[in-house]
């Protein structure tokens, strides 16, 4: 079953910034939709940014302007910039990609998250 891994979260200042990256663990086919999810403390998991197979990105309001999301396909990676970090932004960030299964349906892979903390 292949995993993604998720790099690059940490603790980082407000105003700071910080890129996420995610890799799957071997070889997914057919991707379409790459993205971020994040849960906060109390919260529940929202959608962050997604970047469509044909390059349309879409991003939660709150986010607008201060993150981008972006993808390599020849790596099969989804990056997120993340700059002008707020304490609001706190939470776990998890990859995901919208990929063929092993019988050819669409689903979603996840990763285990990467905790992102802003924080004086």
């Known amino acids: 079953q292949v995993q993604l891994v998720e790099s690059g979260g940490g603790l980082v200042q407000p105003g700071g910034s910080l890129r996420l990256s995610c890799a799957p663990s071997?070889?997914?086919?057919?991707?379409?939709?790459m993205g971020w999810y994040r849960q906060a403390p109390g919260k529940q998991r929202e959608l962050v940014a997604f970047?469509?197979?044909?390059?349309?990105?879409n991003y939660t309001d709150s986010v607008l302007g201060r993150f981008t999301v972006s993808r390599d396909d020849a790596k099969s990676t989804v990056s997120l910039q993340m700059n002008s970090l707020k304490p609001e932004d706190t939470a776990v960030y998890y990859c995901?990609?919208?990929?063929?299964?092993?019988?050819?349906?669409?689903?979603?892979?996840w990763g285990k998250g990467t905790l992102v903390t802003v924080s004086s």
């Open positions: 071997g070889i997914l086919y057919s991707i379409t939709n």
């Open positions: 970047i469509t197979h044909g390059g349309e990105t």
């Open positions: 995901f990609m919208s990929a063929a299964s092993p019988t050819w349906s669409i689903i979603k892979y």
